[in-house]
């Protein structure tokens, strides 16, 4: 897929605000450059909205342990269970119309179920909560739109 320079422009700014943390970066640019072809923004926010929801979640969960104040962790399981479930079912509409040599790559980066798939979900749920972010700062005007 060829990535337009207002994508790369986008992800750059983001990156930026991330302080260079985006560590899937060509394929948040992929799956960035996808919602804006088909001109679904409203998916695009739904996916976005759920990495930084779950990216909350899983600063809950880890600190749990150190606060006993965190009671609920049984709703905040299922609020994870079924907010992963959505992102990934997101994630796999956009990766299955994808070029073959895309959707191969991506299915197994992100879609199989094994360790090292997991914890590259973890890592493009987080690079999602930085597009989130620096989303969130251009419409309160402390970012330059691109």
């Keep these: 897929m060829i990535i337009s320079e207002q994508t790369r422009n986008f992800i750059q700014s983001a990156d930026d605000l991330s302080g260079n943390k985006i560590k899937f970066r060509d394929e948040v640019s992929t799956i ?3 919602f804006s072809v ?4 409203e998916k695009f926010e739904e996916l976005i909205f759920k990495a930084k929801y779950l990216n ?5 969960f880890a600190s749990s342990a150190q606060n006993p104040e965190i009671t609920n962790l049984e709703q905040i399981q299922k609020d994870f269970t079924e907010n992963f479930g959505q992102f990934r079912e997101i994630l796999s509409a956009v990766i299955s119309s994808l070029e073959e040599n ?3 790559d991506m299915n197994r ?4 179920l094994t360790p090292e798939a997991m914890l590259n979900t973890k890592s493009l749920i987080g690079d999602f909560d930085w597009v989130k972010r ?3 700062d251009v419409r309160r005007g402390r970012a ?3």
């Design 134 to 136: 620096f989303l969130n």
């Design 102 to 104: 895309l959707k191969a």
């Design 144 to 146: 330059d739109q691109i």
């Design 109 to 112: 980066k992100f879609l199989e």
């Design 32 to 34: 960035v450059e996808h």
């Design 56 to 60: 909350g979640l899983m600063k809950v």
């Design 38 to 41: 088909i001109n679904d923004a």
